[in-house]
């Protein structure tokens, strides 16, 4: 199971980013997927994740309405749409894996067992 994350840069506040989360020696689409962050000093967080049995959905509250997670499968592909991004968004972003996250804890990155490596995402002000 591998997941190569990728899409991060440097962007200038109020514009959008598109990271991606390719995975191999897998089919995504049997997993659960979330989006998460890390900033210098701080604890991983969750952002955005995506439920495989029924696409139910978990975004952080910061992020809700300016963040949407995606799957597609025929590219066995995760996405994260980031528009209008904040200073604040600023982090190294990892996305992670694994089946039968329960809803309560899809935020969660314990929940998660299989993790790509970060793409880093800078926003100026």
């Known amino acids: 199971v591998q997941l190569q994350a990728s899409g991060g840069g440097l962007v200038q506040s109020g514009n959008s980013l598109r990271p991606s989360c390719a995975a191999s020696?897998?089919?995504?689409?049997?997993?659960?997927i979330g989006w998460f962050r890390q900033a210098p000093g701080k604890e991983r967080e969750g952002v955005a994740c995506?439920?495989?049995?029924?696409?139910?959905?978990y975004y952080r509250e910061s992020v809700k309405g300016r963040f949407t997670i995606s799957r597609d499968n025929a590219k066995n592909t995760v996405y994260l749409q980031m528009s209008t991004l904040k200073p604040e968004d600023a982090a190294v972003y990892y996305c992670?894996?694994?089946?039968?996250?329960?809803?309560?804890?899809?935020?969660?990155?314990?929940?998660?067992?299989?993790w790509g490596q970060g793409t880093l995402v800078t926003v100026s002000s």
């Open positions: 992670a894996a694994d089946r039968g996250v329960i809803t309560s804890s899809m935020g969660v990155p314990g929940a998660y067992d299989y």
């Open positions: 995506i439920s495989s049995s029924d696409g139910n959905t």
């Open positions: 020696g897998f089919t995504l689409d049997n997993y659960d």
